[in-house]
């Protein structure tokens, strides 16, 4: 697969140019293959080159740009690395909120990992609060007999 994406990178960063929003999704796609096999370091270097064309292309508040901060926060937290990946939620979060609004789904999804890095780190009251924020949000949008609740 890493094979294929990176072939894929190098036509879509020829044809579309470095700052196309699709040779950012390239490298988060990459920086994907790389945290699923456990190589973080590599991982996070793909991640924030995504991080960084989106936000020059698509502007600080954009979707991808918090969807970008959560993944670079996913790759902090499968290391072990709960401040920083604590650091990470929180810009997706506030841009979340800001640009979809509080009762999107991508919000509880933030509030969810917010809540599984404390729960990593046994704070579990904070970890509490920060579920059950998701849960409200997808019980209210979603139903509350979504599989999703």
Known sequence: ALVQLQKSLEIKSRV?????PDVATS??????????QGKYNEALVQLQKSLEIRIRVLGPDSPDVAASY?????AYKAQGKHNEALVQYQKSLEIRIRVLGPDSPDVAT?????????????KYNEALVQLQ???EIKSRVLGPDSPDV
Request: glycine content about 20%; charged content about 5%; hydrophobic content about 25%.
């Open 16 to 20: 579309l140019g470095p700052d196309s």
């Open 27 to 36: 490298y988060n796609n990459i920086g994907g293959v790389y945290q699923a």
């Open 70 to 74: 959560n993944n670079i926060g996913s």
């Open 110 to 122: 933030s509030y969810n990992n917010i809540g599984g890095v404390y729960q990593a780190q046994g």
């Open 133 to 135: 924020k998701s849960l």
